[in-house]
């Protein structure tokens, strides 16, 4: 038991001081202000925009709790992915989250300032200069910034924000040449809507010495690869994709008394009545662009049959029967596999897809494993006993090789 002395020393210490009791109260104080003057101070995410900003991973080789290197925030129009982003880069740039409480595990950013980012997307002036700028300027505090802080260029355009710590933001469009960003390193690339694959590895090659962070923020009207291979791989670990529709960032408070959200339902509904099917699939809901425009619905009992016992591919040891017109089509990668199918069509012009390259789950393969020269043989060996009428896409015209096109074969 304690003696009276020491008992009487230790509910002294765990008295706050005069002092401590001020700091508190200024710190208060100080962040009222700030919550006040400046809204990245009192940001208030929809449940998407939240998900996107805590998708954090126990790193499995370190033990360390970071983000997940590659997040993708996608979906509809107006769910506030630009907004989210710009706010991320801020957020990193200042080493942490603003509208976080200081003990909340995601409120330090992974990097200690400076920081260097790029941000781009596909049109300088109506998206850099028209959405990112205006919405940068809102959310950073003037305070943090070195001198007016928004760098301009001749043409008047902002392309760099330059912070007190250090800190940089680069503003750029995809049809800058990539060779500039070839050799730069990066702590973060944004990118604001899908850039063409090649702006894409040129980008985030930068992020190898930092070991830095891609984040997205996408509508998918374009570059369908962005979804296979960022979206579609999702694993929670190496890749986040979190998707949303217009009506996630509706007005709305949350379970736990929260206001957030910045549209009205009743705007949502105007904007939708002017949509067709297809753009409402598209706009609102976010849907893939490449979902749309389809010729045909696939349904599996009318469009699958089985080769051993439907007759006419049974009676041939499970192939297309030889007397039928035979189409082998071609779709080139430049990275991943060629996709091939083979297609037959009957006497009564019902068109049947009997074999097929490569073999499993196309969007889970990476790599290719095999040269265009063992493609090609591969492809031979397979048409052999058909006469094939052959085609390619357009696309990879100037990458055929090895002799593999033919107009015929026994």
Same mark, same amino acid.
């Given at each position: ?11 002294? #210490? ?5 002092? &401590?009791?001020?700091?508190?109260? !200024?710190? /208060? ?18 449940? /998407? ?33 630009? =907004? ?31 920081? +260097?980012?790029? =941000? ?5 002036? $109506? ?17 943090? !910034?070195? *001198?007016?802080? %928004? ?18 933001? +680069? ?50 009207? +374009? ?11 999702? &694993?929670?670990?190496?890749? %986040?994709?979190?998707? *949303? ?12 008394? /929260? ?17 067709? $099917? ?12 490449? #979902?749309?425009? #389809? ?12 080769? &051993? ?17 035979? %189409? ?30 490569? %073999? ?5 393969? +990476? =790599? ?5 020269? $063992? ?16 085609? !390619? ?11 593999? !096109?033919?107009?015929? /074969? $026994?």
């Amino acid at each position: 038991m304690l003696n009276s002395a020491v008992a009487v020393q230790a509910v002294q #210490m765990a008295q706050p001081t005069r002092r &401590d009791l001020l700091t508190k109260v !200024l710190v /208060k104080k100080r962040i009222e202000e700030l919550r006040t003057n400046y809204p990245i101070y009192r940001l208030a995410p929809n449940e /998407k925009q939240e998900a996107f900003i805590r998708a954090y991973r126990k790193n499995i080789d370190t033990g360390v709790y970071e983000p997940i290197p590659n997040r993708t925030i996608w979906g509809g129009n107006k769910l506030g992915k630009t =907004y989210i982003l710009c706010a991320e880069a801020h957020s990193y740039c200042v080493g942490y989250h603003p509208w976080m409480a200081l003990s909340d595990p995601c409120f330090k950013t992974k990097f200690t300032p400076p920081v +260097k980012i790029l =941000y781009r997307s596909e049109n300088f002036q $109506e998206i850099i200069m028209e959405k990112v700028v205006p919405t940068l300027r809102q959310l950073i505090p003037a305070f943090e !910034l070195a *001198g007016k802080g %928004f760098i301009k260029n001749t043409a008047q355009q902002v392309i760099k924000i330059q912070y007190k710590n250090g800190s940089i933001i +680069k503003l750029g469009s995809y049809n800058q040449d990539d060779d500039d960003k070839e050799g730069l390193d990066w702590d973060m690339v944004i990118h604001d809507e899908p850039a063409p694959r090649p702006t894409y590895i040129a980008d985030t090659r930068g992020l190898v010495a930092s070991d830095g962070l891609f984040v997205l923020g996408a509508t998918m009207l +374009k570059e369908p690869w962005a979804k296979e291979e960022l979206v579609d791989v999702a &694993d929670d670990y190496d890749y %986040f994709a979190i998707y *949303g529709e217009m009506e996630d960032n509706l007005k709305h408070t949350t379970a736990a008394g /929260k206001v957030v959200g910045h549209l009205s339902e009743a705007a949502v509904k105007i904007f939708s009545k002017r949509l067709d $099917e297809e753009e409402y699939g598209m706009r609102v809901k976010g849907m893939p662009s490449q #979902m749309f425009g #389809m010729v045909y619905r696939y349904e599996e009992d009318i469009h699958v049959f089985d080769p &051993d016992t439907f007759k006419p591919f049974a009676d041939n040891g499970g192939r297309a029967p030889k007397d039928w017109p035979v %189409f082998h089509i071609l779709d080139p990668h430049p990275r991943k596999p060629y996709a091939a199918i083979w297609a037959s069509i009957s006497p009564d012009e019902n068109v049947y897809i009997w074999q097929e390259f490569p %073999f499993g789950e196309y969007h889970k393969i +990476k =790599y290719a494993d095999k040269t265009t020269t $063992e493609m090609a043989e591969l492809f031979n060996e397979m048409d052999v006993g058909y006469f094939c009428e052959y085609y !390619l896409d357009n696309l990879g015209g100037n990458s055929r090789s090895d002799g593999y !096109l033919k107009t015929s /074969k $026994e």
